[in-house]
């Protein structure tokens, strides 16, 4: 015997679907991935083999005859600054892979908040060194070796500078936090000069990266390629008038969260491997004042 429909259910059905792409069509189109072009210029090595733009991806390129660097157009006051990072793979020790943010002029006394990515011998983990430099000095120095293979996949690397704190992330884990206490604790020093260029870049650290030196790049495994992504900047310009009102400036990032102070703890238990103010500083007797407020 034929089955019968009722006519109201049909009904139903249509509605139902004329809704759905009614709605399919309302919803705005996501965002097209930044290209790099939109905020990035090469700093060297853009001779078509050494930097390679890709649009909404850069390759870094290094051999025996040059590597390769870019830059920001514009200079920034405060800000979160990412990067996606794929670094080089396999032998690289050596081969250094960096995000980083310094300031203009890039004189004896300019300040930086470095990652720094510090290549290894086969089977040895690369380590991720984090480095903040203020009026020039860069006793500062902490190392770590990731929870994951940097070289593998592509991954978040993050600066917040704000008024309140510097915090390096790595897929949303905190791995380097510095306070802002110079209005409330004399002698206290915080990257504050306004004018920070954003920077990537694979370079030849044979002299110090590996083993401090003693593993030097193998140029017989050249080249070796580093990728980024990502080149949206959420950052202010110098001298801004309104800083105060930016989003990375408002009450939810002026201190850690409970859960991100767990994380980053968790962080210098586990994974660091060289920190400035538990090893050499403080066995010579010279440990900054921001050792005691991170």
């Not at 009614?22 to 790099?36: D, G, H, K, L, Y």
């Not at 310009?237 to 409970?258: C, F, H, I, R």
């Amino acid at each position: 015997m034929a089955s019968k429909v009722c006519p109201w259910w049909l009904l139903l059905v249509v509605l139902a679907t004329l809704a759905s792409f009614a709605r399919a069509a309302e919803a705005p189109a996501p965002a097209p991935a930044p290209a790099f072009d939109d905020n990035y210029e090469p700093q060297y090595g853009a001779d078509g083999r050494h930097l390679i733009n890709r649009g909404t991806e850069v390759d870094l390129i290094l051999d025996r005859s040059s590597g390769a660097g870019f830059r920001s157009k514009s200079a920034y006051g405060s800000g979160l600054f990412h990067m996606r990072m794929k670094i080089p793979s396999g032998y690289t020790a050596g081969v250094v892979t960096t995000f980083y943010l310094i300031s203009q002029p890039e004189d004896g006394g300019h300040d930086e908040i470095d990652f720094e990515f510090l290549g290894a011998k086969a089977g040895r983990p690369v380590t991720l060194q984090t480095n903040v430099i203020i009026d020039g000095q860069s006793f500062r120095e902490q190392r770590l070796h990731l929870w994951f293979d940097p070289a593998a996949d592509f991954h978040d690397y993050k600066i917040l500078w704000n008024a309140h704190q510097l915090v390096m992330f790595v897929d949303d884990t905190p791995v380097r936090v510095l306070r802002n206490l110079t209005a409330t604790v004399p002698g206290y020093q915080f990257p504050s000069k306004p004018e920070m260029l954003v920077r990537g870049s694979v370079w030849d650290g044979s002299a110090w990266a590996t083993d401090g030196g003693r593993a030097k790049v193998d140029w017989s495994r050249e080249p070796f390629a580093a990728a980024f992504r990502g080149f949206d900047v959420d950052a202010a310009a110098p001298y801004y008038d309104d800083l105060a009102a930016m989003w990375w400036n408002d009450g939810a990032y002026e201190a850690l969260s409970g859960a991100q102070r767990a994380a980053y703890e968790s962080v210098k238990r586990n994974s660091m491997v060289y920190d400035y103010c538990t090893d050499e500083l403080r066995f010579n007797n010279h440990v900054p004042l921001e050792c005691s407020y991170n």
